[in-house]
């Protein structure tokens, strides 16, 4: 097999040997083409339609449509974004009779066997095109049922973001569902409706409603929002106010029902302590500045009004953050027990939680920001590069995702950042792991309040190691940096996870139970990385030797069952229903193996009572290895296969493992290792990775076969996957130190 780029345009016609230099277009490339875009907030009517635990939308309408009549149809209709054309796997579960329309076309018809099984459910392909993509689903009531579930398989990983359609709900997350309707109304025949109309030409009512009735917008807003409580209850009122230069004091008038504090930028202006008219003024400054009301209920009313001027003339008061969907000036939060107070720094965050009471004043949990419409709250949502069934991300920015290969990444970023002395790359890793980080608790909350997750899907809905343990080892990497507690308040419930709810063989081994999936009762050598890693950092970081010790334990075990003689190197799986490992050794599987046992070998105790069982491990395993090694320096997809395709990814594995190897005394350098390294490095910076830091030939992430040939044509690669990015960095780290460590150069840092 030819390279995958042409030697002019290689990393290697651009830098030579330098490998500063690659290190510096890869982490370069990889920060300038992910740039920190935000979560997106939107708001969110949870009086409209929920997702399930597994991510499915839960269109029940025999629930929300109670008064339909037998025969009655009901529409649900949304609106996909897709940065680039992406195809996923959707699930549909009908109830009854349903038909499913993505851009107009039908796409599903239901059947009479799917109409009639209670456990109905089925895969339709899903090919999203650039840009706006429209999906109708009609359904009709039965005796069966009336409604259907509909989402993305895999709907943690492949996130199916539904957005609302018509001009009047623009911005605004969720579905729009009609009223039950005597006969069809959309479709092939008869048309459908203009996602970018007003929902008003359609000529049906639709749900869920966005304005409030006039009466209810006379009442105060703490009234209209939450209703009049039984017992006193406190509320926030969050907006912002741009001060014009030149122009103090700033006024704030208005009138209050109850106890009322109000803070500019989380400094107290004004305390109301009854209710009435008031006028204040204070010292702002010019610019940008946030308000903060708390104001308790009243025997005459509950809520409050909040005017702003300068120099005589009023000010336009905004929301003081972007809230898609929202027009709005102000968010609110409430009921909340009026003897406790949220600092204001706490509370002027979008991700803020709030002690919430029910309308007699007993505790209700948390709740959350909400805006002035019925039953609407803000929502964080990750809408940045969303996956495929192939794990491609297109061009979008991955910024802000928790997820396997992205944990790879940021581990990659931080090295290299270290290596180079580059701070900026250091904070932007950082920047991202605290994208997720900050909104945990927020994340759990809105889990259970809405039933699925609108940010850190995997990492709130930890199920196996690939939703944990990769992001989670880069978390403690930047930990071991920052000593940001939030951090390791995260780990240990990973750890948690790890050590006391894992699916175990009764010998203690890792492995996959998942009930009725494709990979149930099997065990992958991919977990060996998605465990030890982190259980190694967390030992460390935690003072807890118990995590390191099951990690050493792990590897062991998995040797048993995956290791392959005579050729010395690891099956990708042990599949449990055959009682069987499938003996085909994929590269990248490999790899995970020698970079982890790496990673471990190097924080495991000089005495540890596994430790020469483990240098044994590492030792044959890159024995095994070695000897497959091509003449382009590249290993294959498939080890053992001469007619298999060269693989970036494992290369990079197997490069790093191998330096470390030599660099730390595991391995003789004169046993050609060392030459194996830099071969396997000039192999990927002449034919793998670009000038421009883009990496070519890394496989797309697999799924497993007991036929070697999934892995050879079925996997293909993918320019910059996310599974090569950060092993490049990685592997051009370890050959630097390692050819610094032979010139007597090499400076060991923490």
């Known amino acids: 097999m030819g390279a995958y780029i042409e030697p002019r345009e290689s990393a290697r016609y651009a830098f030579g040997g330098d490998e500063r230099g690659v290190l510096e277009a890869l982490a370069g490339r990889y920060a300038g083409a992910n740039p920190p875009v935000p979560f997106a907030l939107r708001a969110f009517a949870k009086s409209g339609v929920l997702q399930t635990e597994a991510g499915l939308y839960d269109f029940d309408f025999s629930n929300k449509l109670p008064d339909a009549s037998m025969g009655d149809y009901a529409y649900a209709f949304g609106l996909v974004w897709s940065d680039d054309e992406r195809s996923i796997d959707g699930i549909l579960e009908p109830f009854g009779p349903v038909m499913l329309y993505v851009n107009e076309e039908r796409l599903y018809r239901s059947g009479a066997v799917d109409e009639m099984k209670p456990d109905a459910r089925v895969v339709i392909p899903l090919l999203l095109r650039k ?140 305390e109301l302590a009854s209710a009435g008219a008031y006028r204040v003024e204070a010292a702002a400054g010019s610019g940008s500045r946030q308000l903060l009301v708390r104001t308790v209920s009243g025997p005459g009313g509950w809520g409050f009004t909040c005017g702003a001027a300068c120099g005589g003339r009023p000010l336009q008061l905004e929301a003081p953050a972007a809230v ?183 010998d203690g081994a890792f492995y996959r139970l998942c009930p009725g999936e494709y990979a149930a009762d099997t065990m992958w050598a991919d977990d060996l ?80 009572p596994d430790r020469e069982a483990l240098l044994a491990m590492f030792r044959e395993l890159c024995a095994g290895v070695a000897a497959l090694q091509a003449e382009s320096g590249l290993w294959r997809q498939v080890l053992n296969r001469p007619d298999a395709y060269e693989e970036a990814s494992c290369t990079a594995m197997f490069a790093y493992a191998f330096a470390r190897g030599v660099r730390f005394g595991w391995l003789d350098g004169n046993a050609g290792y060392e030459a194996a390294a830099l071969k396997a490095w000039r192999g990927l910076t002449g034919e793998a990775i670009d000038r421009q830091g883009n990496v070519h030939g890394v496989c797309s992430g697999s799924r497993y076969s007991f036929s070697p040939e999934y892995y050879m044509h079925d996997l293909r690669t993918v320019v910059n996957d996310n599974h090569g990015i950060g092993i490049m960095m990685l592997a051009g780290v370890e050959i630097s130190r390692l050819k610094g460590a032979a010139a007597g150069t090499f400076v060991p840092t923490a």
């Not at 910024?399 to 250091?426: C, I, K, N, Q, S």
């Not at 850190?456 to 978390?475: P, T, Y």
């Open 131 to 270: 840009g706006w993509n429209s999906v109708l689903v009609e359904t009709r009531r039965t005796a069966a049922g009336f409604g259907c579930r509909f989402g993305a398989d895999e709907a943690k990983v492949r996130i199916l973001q539904v957005l609302s359609p018509f001009a009047d709900r623009a911005g605004s997350a969720g579905w729009a569902f009609t009223d039950a309707v005597k006969g069809p109304r959309f479709g092939s025949e008869a048309g459908f409706p203009d996602f970018k109309g007003a929902e008003e030409a359609t000529g049906l009512a639709w749900h869920p409603r966005t304005k409030w009735t006039a009466e209810e917008a006379e009442r105060p807003n703490g009234e209209r929002l939450f209703g009049l409580p039984g017992r006193p209850a406190a509320l926030y009122g969050w907006s912002r106010v741009n001060v014009p230069a030149g122009e103090e004091p700033l006024v704030l008038e208005g009138r209050v029902f109850g106890p009322t504090a109000i803070w500019l930028d989380g400094s107290k202006v004004a």
């Open 324 to 506: 898609h969907g929202y027009d709005g000036a102000w968010l609110y939060a409430g009921p909340l027990d009026p003897g406790e107070e949220t600092e204001p720094a706490a509370a002027c965050m979008a991700g803020a939680l709030f002690p919430a009471v029910d309308a007699e004043g007993r505790c209700a949990g948390q709740t959350h920001w909400r805006v002035d419409a019925p039953e609407t709250w803000v929502r964080p949502y990750y809408e940045n590069a969303m996956l495929s069934n192939k794990w491609t991300t297109g061009s979008a920015t991955n910024f802000g995702r928790w997820d396997y290969p992205l944990g790879v990444t940021m581990y990659g970023l931080l090295r290299t950042a270290r290596e180079l002395d580059r701070h900026d790359l250091a904070e932007y890793a950082i920047r991202h792991i605290r994208s997720c980080t900050d909104l945990y608790a927020y994340s759990l909350w809105d889990r259970d309040a809405y039933g699925f997750p609108s940010v850190n899907h995997q990492l709130v809905l930890v199920k196996m190691l690939d939703n944990c343990g990769s992001f989670g080892s880069a978390m403690l990497e930047a930990y071991l940096q920052t000593g940001e507690k939030c951090f390791l308040g995260i780990a240990d419930v990973i750890a948690d996870f790890m050590l006391r709810r894992l699916e175990r063989r009764p």
């Open 529 to 608: 990385y998605m465990s030890a890693p982190f259980l190694t950092r967390y030992a460390a970081a935690a003072g807890k030797p118990e995590a390191i010790d099951e990690a050493a334990r792990q590897f062991l075990l998995y040797k048993r069952y995956l290791f392959m003689e005579p050729e010395g190197v690891m099956s990708h799986v042990f599949d449990f229903k055959y009682g069987q490992a499938t003996r085909v050794p994929w590269g990248r599987g490999n790899g995970w193996c020698l970079f982890s046992l790496s990673e471990l070998l190097e924080k495991l105790p000089a005495g540890h």
